[in-house]
């Protein structure tokens, strides 16, 4: 009788836990744009574990991470944040929170998580737990009626979140850590256009792209007192620029081995910094407009992709040699590129071929194919231990 | 962003019959341009076109809009704005072609 009864509590055991215990330290999300999916995919086996529908308008859709790895928070064109449990692989919670919105980012301790919003413009804070609105921080301007097109939104030390104001040249600092009595610290003609952000890995410099001149704002947030200042000014040298199709994005990963390797706007070159001094020290030319910019984990590599019509194409500057070693063509249309944790292989969206390929970043070799429908952004959990994602 | 100069301007202008070009085209490219208007539009404008960094493309946002000034900010850009020119990728004709679908409500891809 014994025997039969742990049979049977071992069979009634397995029946109801359904899935295999796992972690998610290798999993992450696909964005399919056209179908409003994510694929939730798994970078070990290379596989596609299966897909969440129902997110709405993704065009233009990212995501942050819960700390434990185990939530995806999808921030949707049409205002939509989607908190998606990727081991259930099913919408945790979902909340229009705007009109039309950009991004978002994740606090330093993980309870809230902040969109950045076009329309209306400004920032909302939610609790990351239940999505409960607890802060709301419109980016007025001018008279105080108007308002601005937030950007480049980052996570900073101190559960303080970072940002800039498009139509304001304005960047924002905004202090949560009383959640519903945010403190907001505003810096002021940071120059013309900011498009985006950036926090570098050690969380004490964030960078705004300039669109609208040469140049990008940075902020000391290690001595803020000492306000925005200009670094590149003027690294066009007054040369007629070339139309930009595609904005670039600029996050953490551009820093590498003391140095910040950046897309030039209207100019097919990266331009390299120094991180200590924030002085030039090279540019490397490329095929076309950089959009992404990411450096390996290791730093060793860089990758970059392109706007508009040099989309189709990949380069990698070896950051030794300060030059491009390797142009891949991934597929049409490249959206996107995320690196494995420690950077082994990467993963590269192909929109317009409606698949991901993966390389091995040693050899260039290609090492899988997945579809997926019109793919993005692809976002792997190892973005929830990163100041900055 | 100020390549075009006045003179480039206005020879187009010369250029550009009196009559406007309404002839559609050929299948094929029309799948082209909604797809270029879609999505590479879209990457400022919205995959809706409901806006994004630019502003909405839709009927009743573009309704005071000239059609004529919508040409030339598709063929030449905005100056002083993030609109590039997109005369290296498309005709006048083709141009026209997608002012007046975006007045009268963008048609969607077909995959």
């Given at each position: 009788m014994k025997p039969l009864f742990s049979i049977l509590a071992a069979l009634l055991l397995s029946a109801c836990s359904g899935a295999v215990l796992r972690g998610t330290g290798d999993l992450g999300v696909v964005i399919e744009r056209a179908s409003g999916s994510v694929a939730v995919v798994d970078s070990s086996a290379r596989r596609i574990l299966g897909r969440v529908e129902g997110l709405g308008d993704l065009s233009h859709a990212s995501a942050v991470y819960s700390r434990d790895g185990r939530y995806a928070y999808v921030f949707g064109r049409d205002g939509g944040l989607t908190k998606v449990d990727i081991l259930e692989r099913r919408i945790a919670r979902r909340i229009i929170q705007a009109g039309n919105s950009i991004g978002g980012a994740i606090s330093q301790d993980g309870r809230l998580v902040a969109a950045q919003n076009y329309q209306p413009g400004g920032i909302k804070v939610f609790d990351a737990e239940t999505l409960e609105l607890l802060a709301d921080i419109p980016a007025t301007f001018g008279d105080g009626q108007q308002r601005a097109k937030v950007v480049g939104l980052a996570d900073v030390p101190g559960n303080k979140f970072a940002y800039a104001l498009f139509e304001a040249g304005e960047i924002w600092v905004a202090d949560l850590s009383t959640p519903r009595e945010p403190k907001v610290t505003k810096f002021r003609n940071i120059g013309n256009q900011p498009y985006d952000g950036l926090v570098t890995p050690d969380g004490r410099y964030y960078i705004a792209g300039l669109f609208g001149e040469d140049g990008l704002a940075l902020v000391d947030l290690w001595k803020p007192e000492q306000g925005a200042r200009k670094i590149l000014a003027n690294y066009g040298k007054g040369v007629e620029k070339l139309p930009v199709f595609k904005m670039p994005h600029l996050r953490g990963w551009a820093v590498a081995g003391g140095r910040a390797y950046l897309p030039a706007i209207g100019r097919h070159e990266v331009l390299v910094v120094d991180?200590?001094?924030?002085?030039?020290?090279g540019r490397i030319p490329v095929k076309?407009?950089?959009?992404f910019v990411m450096a390996r984990p290791d730093g060793r590599q860089v990758w970059v992709n392109f706007a508009f019509p040099d989309y189709s194409h990949v380069q990698v500057i070896d950051t030794l040699e300060q030059k491009v070693v390797q142009t891949l063509s991934p597929g049409k249309a490249v959206l996107h590129m995320e690196f494995t944790p420690r950077g082994e292989n990467v993963w590269i969206s192909a929109r317009d071929d409606n698949r991901v390929a993966v390389y091995d970043?040693?050899?260039?070799?290609?090492l899988a194919e997945l579809p997926a429908q019109a793919p993005s952004g692809i976002f792997f959990t190892s973005r929830a231990a990163r100041m900055g994602f | 962003m100020t390549r075009y100069s006045g003179c480039a301007l206005a020879a187009l202008f010369l250029l550009t019959p009196a009559v406007a070009l309404t002839a559609d085209p050929p299948p094929e490219r029309m799948r082209d341009l909604v797809r270029m208007v879609r999505q590479d539009c879209g990457s400022c404008h919205g995959l809706t076109l409901k806006g994004g960094l630019g502003p909405p493309l839709l009927p009743e946002t573009l309704l005071e809009k000239p059609a004529e000034s919508l040409r030339y900010t598709v063929l030449l850009g905005r100056p002083g704005t993030p609109m590039p020119p997109w005369n290296a990728f498309m005709t006048e004709a083709e141009a026209d072609w997608i002012v007046r679908q975006l007045i009268q409500g963008f048609p969607e891809e077909t995959r």
């Amino acid at each position: 009788m014994k025997p039969l009864f742990s049979i049977l509590a071992a069979l009634l055991l397995s029946a109801c836990s359904g899935a295999v215990l796992r972690g998610t330290g290798d999993l992450g999300v696909v964005i399919e744009r056209a179908s409003g999916s994510v694929a939730v995919v798994d970078s070990s086996a290379r596989r596609i574990l299966g897909r969440v529908e129902g997110l709405g308008d993704l065009s233009h859709a990212s995501a942050v991470y819960s700390r434990d790895g185990r939530y995806a928070y999808v921030f949707g064109r049409d205002g939509g944040l989607t908190k998606v449990d990727i081991l259930e692989r099913r919408i945790a919670r979902r909340i229009i929170q705007a009109g039309n919105s950009i991004g978002g980012a994740i606090s330093q301790d993980g309870r809230l998580v902040a969109a950045q919003n076009y329309q209306p413009g400004g920032i909302k804070v939610f609790d990351a737990e239940t999505l409960e609105l607890l802060a709301d921080i419109p980016a007025t301007f001018g008279d105080g009626q108007q308002r601005a097109k937030v950007v480049g939104l980052a996570d900073v030390p101190g559960n303080k979140f970072a940002y800039a104001l498009f139509e304001a040249g304005e960047i924002w600092v905004a202090d949560l850590s009383t959640p519903r009595e945010p403190k907001v610290t505003k810096f002021r003609n940071i120059g013309n256009q900011p498009y985006d952000g950036l926090v570098t890995p050690d969380g004490r410099y964030y960078i705004a792209g300039l669109f609208g001149e040469d140049g990008l704002a940075l902020v000391d947030l290690w001595k803020p007192e000492q306000g925005a200042r200009k670094i590149l000014a003027n690294y066009g040298k007054g040369v007629e620029k070339l139309p930009v199709f595609k904005m670039p994005h600029l996050r953490g990963w551009a820093v590498a081995g003391g140095r910040a390797y950046l897309p030039a706007i209207g100019r097919h070159e990266v331009l390299v910094v120094d991180t200590a001094t924030w002085q030039e020290v090279g540019r490397i030319p490329v095929k076309g407009q950089p959009v992404f910019v990411m450096a390996r984990p290791d730093g060793r590599q860089v990758w970059v992709n392109f706007a508009f019509p040099d989309y189709s194409h990949v380069q990698v500057i070896d950051t030794l040699e300060q030059k491009v070693v390797q142009t891949l063509s991934p597929g049409k249309a490249v959206l996107h590129m995320e690196f494995t944790p420690r950077g082994e292989n990467v993963w590269i969206s192909a929109r317009d071929d409606n698949r991901v390929a993966v390389y091995d970043t040693a050899s260039f070799v290609k090492l899988a194919e997945l579809p997926a429908q019109a793919p993005s952004g692809i976002f792997f959990t190892s973005r929830a231990a990163r100041m900055g994602f | 962003m100020t390549r075009y100069s006045g003179c480039a301007l206005a020879a187009l202008f010369l250029l550009t019959p009196a009559v406007a070009l309404t002839a559609d085209p050929p299948p094929e490219r029309m799948r082209d341009l909604v797809r270029m208007v879609r999505q590479d539009c879209g990457s400022c404008h919205g995959l809706t076109l409901k806006g994004g960094l630019g502003p909405p493309l839709l009927p009743e946002t573009l309704l005071e809009k000239p059609a004529e000034s919508l040409r030339y900010t598709v063929l030449l850009g905005r100056p002083g704005t993030p609109m590039p020119p997109w005369n290296a990728f498309m005709t006048e004709a083709e141009a026209d072609w997608i002012v007046r679908q975006l007045i009268q409500g963008f048609p969607e891809e077909t995959r």
